[in-house]
């Protein structure tokens, strides 16, 4: 069995006690962390196949995403400066009912090159249709995730699905799709993959597909991803439909629960979040995509109560099309700062606590926290190594640690990325896949796909024109 020792590192355990161990180690054999301490004390107790120097870096359990759409990477600028309604029925249905299998796995392995680049070392993917190849793409990236089916079943005239679109199903269908996904991925790779229900947004979304949903997820004893209270005008749709709004109506059709996890939750009363902590339901913060997109979540959003009130509450980049960055150094900065200037205090969301939801509560959002957010021995080995002896970083202190690394640090400073005891980075190389080649075969695969869109009359491509002449 392969072992690896880091040694002489800051190492930031994440554990119960948020310990951080000066001049550390940690051992991993094969996919499993089997000791953190001192180096002084651990270094001639495990001795190891690969020894990695950490003197001046910091040694941290792999960031945790609990939010991104592997297929939406090559809609990375044709959605930008748009109404979210506009953004989803506009464009970026239209996107989906034109990919290709390769594309979604290129538009995959494009996504997963960017999160390993930056630190992240755990996905999880909201869902779209070709879902097989994005856990093809997982598999070959190293990368941790779970990946869904993300279910629709009604659609009306004011928000309408493009034919094409494969996630346009019945009830049967959509329900029948997301077992597949489960039954076929779930616990692949090693457990390095798993599968969950999802539901896409509340428009789409009939009662029945909710509970039967519901119904699915307790068979499997998995999580249920669905995009919630996006902005005003979903929850408004849910009113005029139901008379209540989002989290009230999933209340009484008995699907508040809690392994669901809802992302974004833009608009809400303090009702549904006495609701959701009743129920102990998951939540997912996606500041980027609600600066870029406008969704609310800053200025009607309940996030800084619902995270001080010990709601599970983890955190997303979302998409190259809604952030437009999977950077999680660049989420955690969002977090620990978007809500200090809206509510004017600066001492709300401390950087500590946007460490914890890119980590361990992030891991707990996705119900995998038995296994990784934190160094500990028994844990799944997904490490990150980040490189502190650089200019952004410089003068650090003890008690400037975790402040520093959320308010300076950078995705670009991860150095190196171990996944399930695998290392998929050394020194800033990606092992597992040839970026170069992706990079080329993605901008080939992307254009094919402009001119698909175009030629099928989307409107929306009528408005892609350079606001400054490209000469
Ligand atoms: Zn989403």
Same mark, same amino acid.
């Given at each position: 069995?392969? *072992?690896?020792?880091?040694?002489?590192?800051?190492? $930031?355990?994440?554990?119960?006690?948020?310990?951080?161990?000066?001049?550390?180690?940690?051992?991993?054999?094969?996919?499993?962390?089997?000791?953190?301490?001192?180096?002084?004390?651990?270094?001639?107790?495990?001795?190891?196949?690969?020894?990695?120097?950490?003197?001046?870096?910091?040694?941290?359990?792999?960031?945790?995403?609990?939010?991104?759409?592997?297929?939406?990477?090559?809609?990375?600028?044709?959605?930008?400066?748009?109404?979210?309604?506009?953004?989803?029925?506009?464009?970026?249905? =239209?996107?989906?009912?034109?990919?290709?299998?390769?594309?979604? %796995?290129?538009?995959?392995?494009?996504?997963?090159?960017?999160?390993?680049?930056?630190?992240?070392?755990?996905?999880?993917?909201?869902?779209? %249709?070709?879902?097989?190849?994005?856990?093809?793409?997982?598999?070959?990236?190293?990368?941790?995730?779970?990946?869904?089916?993300?279910?629709?079943?009604?659609?009306?005239?004011?928000?309408?699905?493009?034919?094409?679109?494969?996630?346009?199903?019945?009830?049967?269908?959509?329900?029948?799709?997301?077992?597949?996904?489960?039954?076929?991925?779930?616990?692949?790779?090693?457990?390095?993959?798993?599968?969950?229900?999802?539901?896409?947004?509340?428009?789409?979304? *009939?009662?029945?597909?909710?509970?039967?949903?519901?119904?699915?997820?307790?068979?499997?004893?998995?999580?249920?991803?669905?995009?919630?209270?996006?902005?005003?005008?979903?929850?408004?749709?849910?009113?005029?439909?139901?008379?209540?709004?989002?989290?009230?109506?999933?209340?009484?059709?008995?699907?508040?629960?809690?392994?669901?996890?809802?992302?974004?939750?833009?608009? $809400?009363?303090?009702?549904?979040?006495?609701?959701? %902590?009743?129920?102990?339901?998951?939540?997912?913060?996606?500041?980027?995509?609600?600066?870029?997109?406008?969704?609310?979540?800053?200025?009607?959003?309940?996030?800084?109560?619902?995270?001080?009130?010990?709601?599970?509450?983890?955190?997303?980049?979302?998409?190259?099309?809604?952030?437009?960055?999977?950077?999680?150094?660049?989420?955690?900065?969002?977090?620990?700062?978007?809500?200090?200037?809206?509510?004017?205090?600066?001492?709300?969301?401390? =950087?500590?606590?946007?460490?914890?939801?890119?980590?361990?509560?992030?891991?707990?959002?996705?119900?995998?926290?038995?296994?990784?957010?934190?160094?500990?021995?028994?844990?799944?080995?997904?490490?990150?190594?980040?490189?502190?002896?650089? *200019?952004?970083?410089?003068?650090?202190?003890?008690? *400037?640690?975790?402040?520093?690394?959320? %308010?300076?640090?950078?995705?670009?400073?991860?150095?190196?990325?171990?996944?399930?005891?695998?290392?998929?980075?050394?020194?800033?190389?990606?092992?597992?896949?040839?970026?170069?080649?992706? $990079?080329?075969?993605?901008?080939?695969?992307?254009?094919?796909?402009?001119?698909?869109?175009?030629?099928?009359?989307? =409107?929306?491509?009528?408005?892609?024109?350079?606001?400054?002449?490209?000469?």
């Amino acid at each position: 069995m392969a *072992s690896i020792r880091i040694d002489h590192g800051i190492v $930031l355990t994440m554990d119960p006690q948020r310990r951080i161990i000066k001049d550390g180690s940690v051992v991993i054999e094969g996919d499993r962390i089997v000791a953190v301490g001192k180096t002084a004390d651990l270094a001639g107790a495990h001795p190891a196949d690969q020894v990695l120097d950490a003197t001046d870096k910091i040694v941290m359990p792999g960031l945790v995403d609990c939010h991104v759409h592997h297929c939406q990477t090559l809609l990375r600028g044709l959605a930008n400066d748009i109404d979210l309604i506009a953004w989803c029925y506009d464009i970026t249905y =239209p996107y989906e009912s034109v990919l290709t299998d390769e594309d979604t %796995y290129l538009s995959a392995l494009l996504a997963d090159i960017e999160m390993i680049r930056t630190g992240t070392t755990t996905v999880a993917d909201p869902g779209g %249709y070709r879902m097989d190849h994005v856990a093809r793409a997982l598999i070959d990236s190293g990368l941790r995730g779970i990946i869904c089916w993300a279910a629709m079943d009604q659609w009306s005239v004011d928000r309408p699905l493009p034919d094409g679109l494969p996630g346009k199903t019945t009830t049967d269908e959509a329900i029948s799709q997301q077992e597949r996904l489960i039954k076929e991925w779930h616990g692949a790779a090693n457990g390095r993959l798993r599968a969950s229900c999802g539901l896409r947004v509340e428009p789409n979304v *009939s009662d029945a597909l909710y509970r039967r949903t519901q119904a699915l997820s307790e068979k499997y004893g998995v999580l249920v991803q669905f995009h919630a209270a996006v902005n005003r005008d979903q929850v408004e749709w849910v009113r005029r439909h139901t008379g209540q709004t989002t989290i009230e109506h999933m209340h009484t059709l008995g699907v508040l629960q809690e392994n669901w996890l809802l992302t974004h939750m833009a608009v $809400l009363t303090d009702h549904e979040v006495e609701l959701l %902590y009743r129920q102990g339901t998951r939540l997912c913060h996606n500041p980027g995509a609600t600066l870029k997109g406008a969704y609310g979540a800053i200025r009607h959003g309940k996030f800084p109560e619902m995270i001080e009130a010990g709601l599970t509450v983890g955190t997303g980049c979302d998409s190259t099309a809604a952030n437009d960055s999977l950077d999680m150094f660049r989420t955690m900065y969002l977090v620990a700062t978007a809500h200090k200037e809206f509510r004017l205090q600066a001492d709300l969301i401390p =950087p500590e606590k946007a460490l914890e939801m890119a980590t361990i509560t992030g891991a707990k959002a996705l119900m995998w926290d038995d296994q990784i957010g934190s160094l500990e021995p028994g844990k799944k080995a997904d490490v990150i190594v980040v490189d502190v002896r650089r *200019s952004n970083w410089v003068p650090l202190h003890d008690f *400037s640690l975790v402040p520093t690394l959320v %308010y300076s640090g950078d995705g670009a400073d991860v150095e190196t990325s171990i996944v399930d005891g695998q290392i998929v980075m050394r020194d800033r190389r990606i092992l597992t896949v040839d970026v170069d080649d992706v $990079l080329e075969r993605a901008q080939h695969a992307a254009k094919g796909i402009v001119a698909r869109l175009r030629a099928a009359g989307v =409107p929306h491509m009528g408005k892609l024109l350079p606001r400054w002449p490209v000469v």
